[in-house]
């Protein structure tokens, strides 16, 4: 904290299977967030900021700079007193464009190994936070450490969690889910499909149900 408390932070906008996500790298940290957006616009790209903007100063660091391309020229206002430095029109992050395309590889992977044809939309923005997950896990090899990974620098939770490795995703499993009423002999499972760990103590996770095909 005392040589890398300013920290300066990559943005930009993607989109996996027509699905945008708001995409961000810190430097020397290599904190990354990948949350699913429903659009472009200015307010969402304030919105989704604004977490992060929160996390940073709940850890002790201070976002300093913001590189992003020419379509983040609209926020320059309101993200002060962070300066924000815009590419030049057609020029990219170099640091974050070469994040996205490792990312997208990752889920490519993981995707040709399942056994679907067709993934819905739910399985998708679990399966972009899935390929994300693995590299905050664990110490980032031009990091600013080499035995804390991103997330514990920046949320102070050990890892990694093998909790959070006992189930693949995109496996099937049959879920408990409680009737109302509960003295019937209507069947208490539930077909799923794993998506990623909730984060809690006791190690659950995020299904998606066959039934419903929500989350």
């Known amino acids: 904290m005392q040589h890398h408390s300013d920290v300066t932070l990559c943005m930009d ?3 996996v299977q027509g699905h945008p996500f708001f ?3 810190s430097h020397k940290v290599q904190f990354r967030t990948v949350p699913p957006v429903f659009n472009r616009n200015k307010a969402t790209r ?3 900021f604004k977490p992060i903007l929160v996390m940073d100063k709940s850890s002790g660091f201070n976002i300093s700079d ?3 391309d020419m379509e983040f020229e609209c926020v320059r206002n309101n993200v002060l007193p962070s300066r924000l430095n815009v590419t030049a029109a057609g020029d990219h992050v170099g ?4 994040s996205i395309w490792t990312m997208k590889e990752r889920a490519c992977t993981t995707i040709h190994g399942l056994p679907f044809k067709r993934l819905p939309k739910v399985m998708i923005q679990a399966l972009v936070y899935h390929a994300v997950k693995g590299w905050n896990q664990f110490p980032a090899k031009n990091g600013i450490s080499d035995t804390l990974s991103p997330l514990t ?3 102070g939770r050990a890892n990694p969690d093998y909790n959070e490795l006992k189930l693949e995703f995109g496996l099937y499993v049959q879920v408990f889910e409680d009737n109302t009423p509960s003295n019937t002999t209507t069947s208490r499972n539930t077909g799923a499909i794993v998506l990623n760990p909730t984060g809690n103590a006791q190690g ?3 299904c998606m149900s066959l039934v419903t095909g929500k989350r």
């Open 13 to 15: 906008i993607f989109y």
């Open 23 to 25: 995409y961000t790298i």
């Open 46 to 48: 304030l919105r989704e």
């Open 66 to 68: 913001l590189h992003a």
């Open 95 to 98: 640091e974050v464009e070469r």
């Open 153 to 155: 620098i920046m949320t």
């Open 204 to 206: 659950d996770y995020f």
